[in-house]
């Protein structure tokens, strides 16, 4: 794992994710007319390396993602990824067991781009937040393929290929909890302009200032 960020300004990274994890969780709950939770974010700051196989430990496994591509003062992308068997305990969960078969497929789709551009948006907006910046993103596309597959084309785009962050957040629906993997890809002038409002963010917060 790489020391990107000092423990208080992660501290604080958690805190205004977990914000935004909570309006997301209302934006879903609305969506499905039931309550869902999401739970505190676990952040890591990792190579691709290190952070393929917590996404999957097999580079074959099959997996369901939301990509979203975004620009602005810096450029990068999100993706919300899910282990194939996940992300379809997770349609039931939010639609109820009786889907038929022949609906499943498109209202899978369907579904996991809606929860994909609900917490995609909810991390970058958080994230804008904090950087005072506005982010433009383009619409959000439904994937399927291996784990290596879905992440080699963000490693070849010309972004930061050494550093990701990485985030876990689980769903909590009908009692059942399902993972997801949230990663955002920066370039490297993001990461350092996140670090410094955030040391200031944390600077503000010991002085006693809002």
Known sequence: MISVLSELEQDALLEVLNLGMGQAADSLSEMVHEEILLSVPRLYFLTWREAAPLIGPDPDTRMSAVRQRFTGPFQGSTLLIYPRERSMELVRALLGDEIPLDEFQEMEQESLTEVGNILLNACLGT???????????????YLQGTRDALLAEERH???????ILLLFVDFITRGDRVKGHVVLIFDAWAISRLKKELNDLVRRFEDGCP
């Open 127 to 141: 994230l804008a937040n904090i950087m005072d910046v506005e982010i433009l993103c383009d619409l959000p596309e």
């Open 157 to 163: 785009t010309g972004l930061n290929e050494e550093i």
